[in-house]
Nanobody, 124 residues
Framework: QIQLVESGGTLVQAGDSLTLSCAVS????????MAWFRQVPGKEREFVSA????????AHANFVTGRFAISRDTEKKTLYLQMNYLKPEDTAVYLC?????????????????WGQGTQVIVSS
């Protein structure tokens, strides 16, 4: 079974940049599409960005346009989320997710496999 382990979350200042990583193991990686979601207490998980591993085709939520970028490194079997110009409202637990197939999706219910998450705190 595919396993996902996030890392890189930390405390940063508003306006800073930060890159999160998701290490993938236990699967044929080209069979999956991947995504980043984020969650704060009391709210549903929110879609951030997605990518198909086979082609690298990306998709993203409107609020991250011009600030965040998703990418993957096939040799390292690692997914990345580069975040720039961070705002206090970006504070959340960021989770890595995976689903079988090559069709991009922003729908929470379509993702079957999840990591434990990594905490990002943006201070003002």
């Amino acid at each position: 079974q595919i396993q996902l382990v996030e890392s890189g979350g930390t405390l940063v200042q508003a306006g800073d940049s930060l890159t999160l990583s998701c290490a993938v193991s236990g699967a044929t990686i080209m069979d999956y599409s991947m995504a980043w979601f984020r969650q704060v207490p009391g709210k549903e998980r929110e879609f951030v960005s997605a990518i198909t591993w086979l082609t690298g085709a990306p998709a993203h939520a409107n609020f991250v346009t011009g600030r965040f970028a998703i990418s993957r490194d096939t040799e390292k079997k690692t997914l990345y989320l580069q975040m720039n110009y961070l705002k206090p409202e970006d504070t959340a637990v960021y989770l890595c997710a995976a689903r079988r197939g090559q069709v991009l999706s922003s729908m929470l219910q379509q993702y079957t496999f999840w990591g434990q998450g990594t905490q990002v705190i943006v201070s003002s």
